[in-house]
């Protein structure tokens, strides 16, 4: 399963960078995260509890940061497994200014299914995938415009 997109953030690419790397709003964000925890240089484990269809259940998760090129692009790799099956997956991000306050930033994913969740077809998951992705950056954007004002 593969997938892209894009988005506008409301904040200059070096604080979109710094956000979009900051734990504690990754948990935030995050659909389901109970916890998000630092165990190396840019690897996390988490806690998922997801409740969308097939894929509902709880998840292990290891979150790796790589090919960091502040401020414009890294790389993450997602290795999750659970009762409903396993998933292996890999994001490319990159951030491009979009004038003095805002930027553009692009993503793409693979990711690999197995086990229970496997049997649900590519057509469901996708939609799955872009339902994350989309509550992900939804909940970022209100992340950054509530830091943006406090700041």
Known sequence: MEGKGNMVLEAGVNRAY????DPAVLEKCIMGCKKLVLVDDNKYEAELSIG????KGNYS????ILDLEEPRHYKLAV????APG????????DLTPDGESSTL?????????????AMVGQRMLGGVAKLVIQDFFKKLGKELKRMEQSA
């Open 52 to 55: 969308i269809a097939a894929i």
């Open 18 to 21: 710094e956000v979009l790397l």
């Open 86 to 93: 396993t998933v292996e997956a890999v994001g490319i991000v």
């Open 79 to 82: 290795k999750g497994e659970g």
């Open 61 to 64: 998760s290891t979150i790796e």
């Open 105 to 117: 930033l692009n993503y793409s994913y693979e990711a690999e299914v197995g086990g229970k969740v």
